[in-house]
């Protein structure tokens, strides 16, 4: 399992992921879920799986080699939109092969999900959640980030602090906050975390940083979430129902 988080932000875009793909006693294993395509001023475009491994990777390994030869690829791709459809058609046509493939007592789980976001020059940055069967959709005002992985314990945080207007550095310390959230609860979603910047009109990743379990302002931050979380919770009222 993994946990990935992207914002569509009026200052840019935030990616994080974390870098466990298996979790066991003894069986731990880290690979990235980020992948960059930049042409510094032109574009930037990144990615961030979820799901069967192999999959995913043969997914970005597909891509990264049509951005080699002509043709459609994700450095020539005109619009956001087009690099969306590129993704979905990939995840797709590899799900489905892999599939025809397998031995048929096999139950292997092929499918998986990404998150693309990025901004090609002459339109706005764009973010999209493309599901296994190939299809997207974009975020919204509304509903301006997406998840993929186990998304359920680090959503209430993001839901209640992020929108479009939320600075980065908010929204950079609210996503650190849901990746422990997540972490606390489920074994399977782990540190490294991978952590990038793609600020509106510069068509470039701008910050990238990698947080591992060395790092002093994460633990300082699951600390200070975990006693103020303790704090307001003792200072709730007691039920006055039940009394009666």
């Known amino acids: 399992m993994t946990y990935c988080v992207a914002?569509?932000?009026?200052?840019?875009?935030?990616?994080?992921?974390?870098s466990r793909t298996n979790a066991g006693i003894d069986n731990v294993s880290t690979f990235s879920k980020m992948s960059v395509f930049e042409q510094t001023g032109e574009r930037v475009i990144v990615l961030l799986n979820a799901g069967n491994l192999a999959t995913?990777?043969?997914?970005?390994?597909?891509?990264?080699?049509?951005?080699?030869?002509?043709?459609?690829?994700?450095?020539?791709v005109t619009s956001m939109f087009d690099a969306a459809m590129l993704v979905g058609d990939q995840v797709r046509a590899i799900i489905h092969r892999f599939n025809v493939n397998q031995h048929e007592q096999s139950s292997v789980d092929f499918?998986?999900?990404?998150?693309?976001?990025?901004?090609?020059?002459?339109?706005?940055?764009r973010l999209f959640l493309v599901y296994p069967q190939g299809n997207f959709i974009e975020t919204t005002p509304e509903t301006c980030y997406f998840q993929i992985g186990e998304s359920k314990?680090?959503?209430p945080i993001i839901d209640r602090v992020v929108k479009p207007e939320t600075s980065m550095d908010e929204a950079v310390k609210c996503a650190l906050v849901s990746f422990d959230s997540t972490i606390?609860?489920?074994?399977?979603?782990?540190?490294?975390?991978d952590l990038?910047?793609?600020r509106h009109?510069?068509?470039?990743?701008?910050?990238?940083?990698r947080i591992d379990i060395e790092d002093a302002y994460f633990r300082a931050l699951r600390v200070a979430w975990g006693q103020g979380l303790r704090k307001v919770f003792n200072e709730l009222p007691r039920p006055e129902w039940l009394s009666l």
């Open 7 to 18: 914002m569509c932000l009026n200052e840019g875009l935030l990616f994080a992921s974390d």
């Open 56 to 76: 995913t990777q043969t997914v970005v390994s597909h891509l990264r080699k049509q951005a080699q030869h002509e043709g459609p690829s994700l450095h020539s």
């Open 111 to 125: 499918s998986c999900t990404f998150l693309i976001g990025g901004q090609i020059r002459g339109e706005q940055p």
């Open 153 to 155: 314990y680090g959503k």
């Open 184 to 193: 606390k609860s489920n074994l399977s979603v782990g540190l490294p975390i």
């Open 196 to 198: 990038a910047i793609a």
């Open 201 to 209: 009109d510069e068509q470039r990743i701008g910050f990238r940083y």
